[in-house]
């Protein structure tokens, strides 16, 4: 079984650029949450989606937005770039809401120049 | 907002002796789960806990739940360098908000 698919791994985009990052998910599974991976902040949540639906947003501005499609792979935007937003961004999929857990994409490293 | 806090943020111990990371939460969780992240890689899920006072082995790993269902610890018996590592807690409301400790970084000298 195929596990957690990140795509790109690596990009690097200036200031004002905007960005797109793709999750593919374990096959079979229903909810994608996103998160924000920085030395001095840990995991910080982003956001969770399950049937297409956000269902959890975490604490960040408007530019970070998400969507996840009929097939449960999901998108994450970004607009409007700033250097602080270099990071790991890591999506981890889950079977089903409720406490599942959580199996990790090996990240996209988003730097920022 | 809920808030998780870990500590210690980093622990440097000889092989073979014991380790433990703590997690406290502000709010009363409906469960609380526990990730290894080795150097480089993504966080690989441990353990979950579901009930007030839950105990959890895992070999040399022990996991507590606290009766209060607001905090949580890791032990872990003897090290080995293989445990080298960043542990983080990750702990769930009744909303379904998952939110993350901050992690405590494992280094073990041979």
């Known amino acids: 079984k195929a596990g957690v698919t990140q795509t790109p791994r690596y990009l690097i985009k200036t200031r004002g650029q905007q960005v797109t990052l793709s999750c593919s998910p374990i096959s079979g599974h229903r909810s994608v949450s996103w998160y924000q991976q920085t030395p001095g902040q840990g995991l910080q949540f982003l956001f969770e989606?399950?049937?297409?639906?956000?269902?959890n947003k975490g604490n960040f501005p408007g530019r970070f937005s998400g969507r996840q499609f009929s097939n449960s792979r999901s998108e994450m935007n970004v607009s409007t770039l700033e250097l602080g937003d270099s990071a790991l961004y890591l999506c981890?999929?889950?079977?089903?809401?409720?406490?599942?857990?959580?199996?990790f994409g090996d990240g996209t490293r988003l730097s920022i120049l | 907002g809920q808030q998780v806090m870990q500590i210690p943020q980093y622990q440097h111990v000889q092989e073979g002796e014991d380790f433990t990371t703590y997690c406290n939460s502000s709010t009363t969780l409906s469960n609380i789960q526990w990730y290894k992240q080795r150097p480089g890689g993504h966080p690989v899920f441990l353990i979950q806990l579901v009930k007030s006072g839950e105990v959890k082995k895992q070999k040399r790993l022990t996991f507590q739940f606290g009766e209060a269902k607001k905090n949580s610890s890791l032990h872990i018996t003897a090290t080995q360098t293989t445990d080298v590592g960043t542990y983080f807690c990750?702990?769930?409301?009744?909303?379904?908000?998952?939110?993350f400790g901050d992690g405590t970084t494992l280094t073990v000298k041979p």
């Open positions: 981890a999929s889950s079977f089903d809401r409720g406490g599942q857990p959580q199996h």
């Open positions: 990750a702990g769930r409301t009744n909303a379904g908000k998952s939110t």
């Open positions: 989606y399950f049937s297409e639906t956000q269902r």
